[in-house]
């Protein structure tokens, strides 16, 4: 159940938060995870993290909006494992102001890596499991890709694109066997959140906000990429996979 | 083998055949205590207990008609009783009775169909909340339909209605039952091949479902059931409550 041994999977913000949590799960099922980011060390820690505690992983640092890098470095995982099966494109960033502040030039940087980065992993992921006739598509959305959220016009306007994405490339590659989900997390308790956990007057409205009353922990977003990654989830595609304690369900 | 499921005491309602029965034996195969309801295939529901036990797991056979508020409780008292607990129900049981035009339903179908298919999942959840609450949570698993978004296929509205009732209370009951540590999710199958489409399906409609499917083929009851350990499992899916979980093929997507 849930096994995924023997399989490839490339990672891209591996480096910490969300992503480094995927990373690790999908390694503690037996996968081998090519950590993407862009922080050669940060992602060389990580890689040692996972081997002394036995995992498989290595670091493939790369900036998600080099395009011609994210394609060298699928190329070369298919060409050095003989497999590319699972790709969670995650990387993410945020920028926060009000819309009639909003730097084109911060909106454009969102959409960059939000949107047209997991696009393009996306894109190159595809040349090498098309012709496999199998491959799994994880991308990582968001809630406020549903909703409306002050401040923040570029990442839900990326994220809800991102879960137009999953649905339109999980209609166009379903005929290879491949499948092309999303996860939507909620308010998680990361790194980059740090501020926000511990802004009281933002801890308590995600807290009150959030009908389970707390912020999700990094070990309960892993499980979600390990479902839609395994032979369990064959026949899930298309779907926005919540992992928000409820968020989304109430008023 | 998902550890946290071991040990874990699960009622699975309708689970003779189809994806019930697929579902309790995979709860069986990781080590838990299952209760196999089956209503009218009797031979079927006692070879589900058998293969859990093969598995690895416990089983017990209860009989009952879930149309039956009394015979709900009954299930879930009895699980209790048998198992010491209950920490899973799974509100499987329920049907599409018959492919009907709107001048055919009358109000013995539409009593029929509801008791069947909601009032019973309600009672269930009523009963099992009530011991989860004295245990310290659990999860509850709801099988709703693509029929709850698209308003069914021919003849199936008056079925797709019961299952927009479903995924509609597994929001309300998720942020009703959180503060007890219960967890209320749903599975949605798209087109499964099960014994409800052999009865109620013809190949004609059968292929014209799959040409649907941009995965070009039916799903098969095997490939629900990772969805129902998922959300069962506290481990997996513990900050999941309120969610409907599509398993289509990518036929109908939200």
Redesign the interface.
Known sequence: ??DLTGKVALVSGASRGLGWAMAQSLAQCGAHVLLNAWDKNALQERADELASKGLSGEATPFDVTDHAAGAAAVQAAQKKHGRFDILVANAGIQHRAPIAEFEAADFERVLATNLTGVWALAKEASKVMIPAKQGRIIMTGSITGMLGCPTISAYIASKGAVHSLT?QL??EL??N?I?VNAIAP?YFATELNTALINDKEFNDWVCDRT???RW??LD??G??A??LA?????????????????F???M | MIEDLKDKVVLVTGSSTGIGAAVAKAFGANGASVTVHFNNSQSEAEEVAAEIQRLGGKSTVMQGDVSDSAVCARLVDDTVSTFGRIDVLINNAGGLLKRIPIDEITDDMFSKLLHLNVRSSLMCTRAAAAHMKTTGGGAIINVTSIAARHGGAAGAVLYAGTKGFISTVTRGFAKELVKDNIRVNAVSPGVILTPLHERSSTPEMLEGFKATIPMNRLGEVDECTGAFLFLASEQMSGYITGQIIEVNGGQYMP
């Not at chain 1, 395994?230 to 409820?246: I, K, Q, R, T």
């Open positions: 159940m849930f649905r999980a209609v379903a005929p066997n499948t909620g009908p389970a009353g999700g922990q309960e977003i499980p979600a390990v479902f395994s032979d369990e989830a064959a026949f899930v595609n298309g779907h926005v996979l919540v992992v928000d304690g409820a989304s369900v109430a």
